[in-house]
């Protein structure tokens, strides 16, 4: 069909969808369903900023249409947790055409009713978009009187001493030491090399093989806020996400309800995810943060460490090259694994979880496989069709000739395959194909 027809299809289908979703919108008012065990689920009809009074939800508001959310409490239930229940977890998931999340973005809704909760939290997705880690504790460089090194050697994370050329972690460039997770080297990408380390160079003035002069100095292999320009996900647009601690990690925002004895209100508001064509940043989908859960792809275990993971590599590196661990506080440096979900938690006034909502958000590569998944109720499943266009999915002239126009989180893991495990801690550039690289 010439491009004309398909986008008249295309508004016809919406149009079919929008009326088919609705009756079953009515159907629930009517009936009551989803994992409120019969409670009647007001997620679609509650304006942002009105409380609605009978459970904790959230929802998905967008300026297009298909977009739908369901849950691991099954297909077509809402993401609504009753306010009487027993403390809950939900997972849900929102689906969504790529080139409509690039072009529109979307708003996740969240309501926490009155006399529930004390305190509601929320967390962005966040991944690492650059392999990161600490550079060596100490660098001792042997120079001759031309300011050259002729020596190297370094302190690995288990305090041994080895040339610098062995330290999977640094190497010598222009007579000074370099972190490998330097990406800034030659290349407009983000240093992500953290710590300090204790710098001795010893010169060999005269040139006879001794060195004359020793000096000691206290270095730092980074700025205190580089870590912030090397994460990815949906807090690289600050009108996505601007809360921050001081080492430059996502921090959740939390919004204090009601005090004890006092008057609460509830809280009724939305976490807005702007559109990539707002900012005009590459074709990577930053607010995409599903991936694939098939056999082990994410069983993954640290270079060095025998920490292990189901996460993909770049929400949860586990340790770097010389086996500094994330998420621990060792050489002054705090690195931290990503964050797969947004998360949306009612807590009580000592902070101890109630309920608990994870979103993720997954883009469909194709509107037929989008339709099938759709009309099947969840059977059909294929949101990463690939391939050419006009041979495993309709002809586009306008965005290119692939399938797949938007990049996002799932495809590095497609690409990748198999299991993260490697016996190889110097095979860098494996290490690098985890994570997106995504220039802003």
């Not at 708003?107 to 006399?115: E, K, L, M, R, T």
Request: contains cysteine; charged residues 20%.
């Amino acid at each position: 069909m010439d491009l004309n027809t398909k986008k008249l299809f295309q508004l016809l289908l919406t149009i079919m969808l929008v009326q088919t979703l609705s009756a079953c919108s009515e159907e629930e008012e009517g009936s009551g369903s989803g994992s409120s065990g019969g409670t009647t689920s007001p997620v679609d009809s509650t304006p942002v900023g009105t409380v609605e009074t009978t459970g904790f939800w959230v929802n998905v508001k967008s300026s297009l249409f298909p977009s739908f959310t369901n849950t691991s409490a099954g297909w077509g239930n809402p993401c609504f947790i009753d306010a009487d229940t027993t403390p809950q977890r939900m997972d849900c998931m929102v689906d969504i055409l790529e080139g409509d999340l690039y072009v529109y973005g979307m708003s996740i809704q969240y309501n926490a009713p009155p006399d529930l909760c004390t305190h509601v939290t929320v967390e962005p997705a966040w991944h690492w978009n650059f392999s990161a880690g600490k550079g060596p504790k100490a660098i001792v460089l042997s120079l001759n009187s031309q300011q050259n090194v002729t020596a190297c050697q370094s302190t690995m994370e288990d305090d041994s001493i080895v040339a610098c050329a062995a330290n999977p972690e640094v190497y010598i460039s222009d007579n000074r030491p370099v972190c490998i997770y330097n990406h800034s080297i030659d290349s407009t990408e983000p240093n992500c090399c953290f710590g300090t380390y204790d710098l001795t160079v010893e010169t060999d003035t005269d040139d006879d093989t001794f060195p004359d002069e020793f000096v000691t100095s206290v270095e730092s292999w980074n700025t205190p806020d580089g870590v912030r320009s090397c994460l990815g996900g949906s807090i690289v647009d600050s009108s996505n996400w601007d809360a921050y601690s001081r080492a430059g990690y996502p921090v959740s925002e939390i919004y204090g309800v009601g005090l004890p004895g006092g008057e609460n209100k509830g809280l009724n508001q939305e976490l807005v995810l702007s559109s990539n064509a707002d900012s005009l940043t590459s074709f990577f989908s930053y607010q995409a943060n599903y991936f694939t859960e098939a056999g082990n792809l994410h069983t993954h275990s640290g270079y060095v460490s025998a920490a292990t993971s189901d996460l993909p590599y770049a929400i949860a590196p586990i340790d770097d090259l010389d086996g500094s661990l994330f998420d621990t506080y060792s050489r002054g440096v705090n690195l931290r694994s990503g964050s797969p979900s947004y998360r949306f938690a009612c807590l009580d006034g000592a902070f101890e979880v109630l309920h608990e909502i994870h979103v993720y958000i997954r883009e469909w590569n194709t509107l037929a496989a989008f339709m099938a998944y759709e009309e099947s109720e969840g059977v059909a499943y294929d949101p990463d069709v690939t391939g050419d266009e006009g041979a495993q999915c309709d002809y586009d002239p306008v965005f290119g000739t692939t399938c797949n126009d938007q990049f996002d989180l799932d495809d590095i893991v497609n690409s990748v395959g198999g299991s993260y495990d490697t016996t190889d801690p110097t095979d860098f550039l494996l290490r690098s194909a985890f994570f997106p690289r995504i220039s802003k």
